[in-house]
């Protein structure tokens, strides 16, 4: 099994940045992609960002000014850098990684992190 555990949500003023981090732990053997995604109340779930475990990377055209992904691969982690903040970006953002444990793959999620933005 594999999981993924999100941390640094939280409320946040307009203009403000703020880091999410995401950890998996488990039977890993090797990450290929990992991505934020992110969904508002009443959307969709839409994807952020993405990054390849050789470093290259994707983004929604309208964040890729603000928003920053990267990954640690000794630490099988992912971070997405988020700056000047719009209440907009308000949604919960979601982890995934494509993760091949020892004979399977598996493409998995982390429960989600709370980012709110007040105008």
């Known amino acids: 099994q594999v999981q993924l555990v999100e941390s640094g949500g939280g409320l946040v003023q307009a203009g403000g940045s703020l880091r999410l981090s995401c950890a998996a732990s488990?039977?890993?053997?090797?990450?290929?992609?990992m991505g934020w995604y992110r969904q508002a109340p009443g959307k969709q779930r839409e994807l952020v960002a993405a990054?390849?475990?050789?470093?290259?990377?994707n983004y929604v055209d309208s964040l890729k000014d603000r928003f920053i992904i990267s990954r640690d691969n000794a630490k099988n982690t992912v971070y997405l850098q988020m700056n000047s903040l719009k209440p907009e970006d308000t949604a919960v953002y979601y982890c995934?990684?494509?993760?091949?444990?020892?004979?399977?793959?598996?493409?998995?999620w982390g429960q989600g992190a709370q980012v709110t933005v007040s105008s």
């Open positions: 995934n990684a494509d993760v091949w444990s020892s004979s399977t793959f598996g493409s998995y």
């Open positions: 488990g039977s890993i053997f090797r990450i290929n992609a």
């Open positions: 990054i390849t475990s050789g470093g290259s990377t």
